[in-house]
């Protein structure tokens, strides 16, 4: 089970860090990954971490704004995200992918959860 949280509303330039506590299972072989959706729009990637490594990717429009990040200890993956625009505003997603590939297309994860709004106006 997957639980996002820390989404608000934030002030263009602003930040957030977003959460997603990982239960009922260990994921410590899996890529945690965050996709976010805006309405009328299609799910898009935005990171990925592989647990085992560390390994990280981001999308294009996230490179330098954002850093994905996990604890192990505490089984939690984040999201630190700073410099916000209008346009970062979405329902953000995490999810994870128990082979491990590090994708960015969301098709390839087993398990999501259940979303945080994160809402940047000007």
């Known amino acids: 089970q997957l639980q996002a949280s820390g989404g608000g509303l934030v002030h263009t330039g602003g930040s957030l860090r977003l959460s997603c506590a990982a239960s009922?299972?260990?994921?410590?072989?899996?890529?945690m990954g965050w996709f976010r959706q805006a309405p009328g729009k299609e799910r898009e990637f935005v990171a990925v971490i592989n647990w085992k490594d560390g390994t990280t990717k981001y999308a294009d429009s996230m490179k330098g704004r954002s850093t994905i990040s996990r604890d192990n200890a505490k089984n939690t993956m984040y999201l630190q995200m700073n410099s916000l625009k209008r346009e970062d505003s979405a329902v953000y997603y995490c999810a994870a992918d128990e082979n491990g590939l590090d994708s960015p297309t969301a098709f390839m994860y087993d398990y999501w959860g259940q979303g945080t709004q994160v809402t940047v106006s000007s």
């Open positions: 009922g299972r260990t994921f410590r072989k899996y890529s």
